[in-house]
């Protein structure tokens, strides 16, 4: 079976009928009730995520149709894989590459077209860093939400301060100096680059961001791959920094969202090459309820065409860097604004994001030609001795509020 073609290079069509001629007892639509698939193979009910959540009505329709109780967690079992191939498929067909969990064989007692998904020992590993950093995530946040459960991050959501306008912040600062407003990144390293700062105090670099006239402040809280945490979240909030703060994480759960509002944060980041289009709208809906702005990033036309058509967004960073492969070209922001997608941004008003790979005046100067309103900017003053004057010397100028 070894070396066999993993599904997604199979039809779809082959796969996807699975869901309805499911062979079990409880029919994979009753057992996914909240996800409501149309026959068009849509998602109508933004639930993807919550298969969790799903689990006590699965439990309850399961007492009517097994037996045992090991009959019922393999039925359980077997739904939620189904879940997952399927979503994985809809991911596929809006051009998503990046798999979500290492492909799994199917639990044993499947039978179903499914079942082509067979064994393949490369599929196993990561084919990139997205996909690394992805499949670790969903691991982590398994992890941290049996020590923060949902139900009481809601809670503490209620009693948080409020939150600050980062959208408005970046207006306001690009109104105020010509330039597009700045985002610093507070970054102790990344997979690309390494260690860029060794004596690393998250506080002291914020509040120099914030003197040297950075807008909003982007803070890496991601431990394994940046070195970075929550708590330079909750520190820099707690320290009295002003700026509007983007929890930069891997988003791949609603959870996640929650807890990066307890922990301080006044933005999240959506990255397209990890998220489907239903995923993003219904994180998006979780963001507004919370407050919070979104920074949906992305990295190709494709991407960009995606984002487009979704409801909602204001702020659309342009990744210059390739999650992938790590190459960066600041062309890539000129690249995605011509054309039909840039008169689209243009009559909505939204704010682009130019990201990654700034380092000079001239690098800001053919990205606000290009169309951005706003830049968001980590290496090149983070490494500085004083990131304060790491700004000015960025814009060439001093852009500071004095
Ligand atoms: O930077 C990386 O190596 C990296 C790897 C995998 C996922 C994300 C990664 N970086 C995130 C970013 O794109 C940057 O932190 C951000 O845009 C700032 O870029 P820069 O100014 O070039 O530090």
Same mark, same amino acid.
């Given at each position: 079976? !070894?070396?066999?073609?993993?599904? =997604? ?11 309805? %001629? ?6 994979? $639509? ?13 998602? %109508?009910?933004?639930? =993807? ?5 799903? =689990? ?25 894989? !189904? ?8 991911? +596929?067909?809006?051009?998503?590459? +990046? ?12 039978? &179903?077209? @499914?079942?082509? %998904? ?8 990561? %084919? ?17 939400? !049996? ?18 306008? @980062? ?9 105020? #100096?010509?330039?597009?407003? *700045? ?9 690309? $680059?390494?260690?860029?700062? !060794? ?7 914020? =509040? ?12 890496? #809280? ?10 330079? *979240? ?46 993003? #709208? ?18 190709? /036309? ?10 909602? +967004?204001?702020?659309? &960073? ?24 840039? $008169? ?26 290009? &169309? ?15 990131? /304060? ?5 960025? @814009? ?5 509020? #004095?």
């Amino acid at each position: 079976m !070894e070396g066999l073609v993993p599904v =997604q290079r199979l039809s779809i069509k082959v796969a996807s009928p699975s869901l309805y %001629r499911c062979n079990n007892s409880v029919s994979i $639509r009753r057992s996914i009730s909240g996800f409501a698939m149309d026959r068009k193979r849509n998602f %109508r009910a933004p639930s =993807q995520f919550s298969i969790r959540a799903q =689990q006590s009505d699965l439990k309850e329709s399961l007492a009517v149709s097994s037996s045992s109780v090991e009959d019922k967690g393999n039925v359980l079992r077997i739904k939620e894989w !189904e879940v997952e191939m399927y979503q994985e498929e809809l991911a +596929i067909s809006q051009g998503i590459r +990046i798999r979500r969990k290492p492909p799994s064989k199917a639990p044993l007692g499947y039978s &179903g077209p @499914f079942e082509l %998904r067979l064994h393949n020992n490369d599929a196993d590993s990561p %084919r990139n860093i997205l996909e690394e950093i992805t499949w670790y995530k969903d691991v982590e946040v398994s992890r941290m939400k !049996e020590l923060n459960p949902l139900d009481v991050l809601k809670k503490a959501v209620e009693d948080a301060p409020p939150t600050r306008d @980062f959208v408005g912040a970046l207006r306001m600062a690009h109104k105020r #100096t010509g330039f597009p407003g *700045l985002i610093a990144e507070v970054k102790k390293a990344s997979p690309s $680059r390494g260690i860029l700062k !060794e004596n690393f105090d998250p506080v002291e670099i914020a =509040q120099a961001y914030e003197k040297g006239g950075a807008a909003c402040l982007s803070v890496l #809280t991601d431990q394994k791959y940046f070195q970075g945490g929550f708590e330079n *979240l909750e520190a820099i909030r707690s320290a009295g920094v002003k700026c509007p703060l983007l929890c930069k994480e891997f988003v791949v759960d609603p959870w996640q969202i929650y807890y990066a509002r307890t922990k301080g944060a006044d933005a999240v980041l959506l990255i397209a090459a990890v998220l489907t289009d239903l995923e993003i #709208t219904f994180l998006l809906k979780i963001c507004k309820k919370l407050s919070l702005a979104a920074l949906v990033e992305v990295h190709d /036309e494709r991407e960009m065409g995606r984002v487009l058509g979704i409801e909602g +967004i204001e702020l659309v &960073g342009i990744n210059n860097r390739s999650l992938e492969t790590f190459e960066v070209d600041i062309s890539n922001t000129k690249k995605l604004l011509e054309g039909e997608h840039g $008169r689209q941004i243009r009559e909505r008003d939204m704010i682009v994001v130019g990201e990654s790979g700034l380092f000079t005046p001239d690098d800001i100067a053919y990205v606000q030609a290009a &169309g951005v309103k706003a830049v968001l900017v980590g290496e090149s003053i983070v490494k500085q001795n004083d990131p /304060e004057k790491g700004i000015a010397g960025l @814009f060439g100028r001093n852009i500071s509020h #004095t």
